[in-house]
């Protein structure tokens, strides 16, 4: 009788926060101001210097927008180039 390896239902479930995450994320938020949110204050303020509002808006574009994947073209030559970028929106507003 096997004891040990791989079970079916086993372990904790994917995606399930374990309790020294929740114990760190309860602590952030309890002590205020999330570092996301704090982000998102320098970047929306006009008194800041643009060059901190543009570092602001960078490292918090990472939490709140996912990266795109890179999808393979073949080319004549048989190599792979990356795909051509989405056409712009509407208005002719990026996308952020």
Do not use: W
């Not at 009788?1 to 994917?14: D, E, I, L, W």
């Not at 760190?24 to 643009?50: F, H, K, W």
């Amino acid at each position: 009788m096997p004891k040990g390896g791989r079970r079916n239902g086993a372990g904790r479930p994917k995606g399930a926060i374990g309790l020294s995450t929740r114990a760190i994320i309860e602590a952030a938020q309890s002590g205020g101001e999330t570092p996301i949110a704090y982000m998102l204050r320098v970047m929306r303020d006009e008194d800041a210097p643009d060059s901190r509002r543009d570092r602001m808006a960078r490292s918090a574009a990472n939490f709140m927008h996912s990266k795109l994947p890179t999808i393979a073209v073949d080319d004549e030559s048989g190599g792979a180039e990356p795909a051509p970028p989405a056409p712009a929106t509407a208005g002719g507003e990026q996308p952020c």
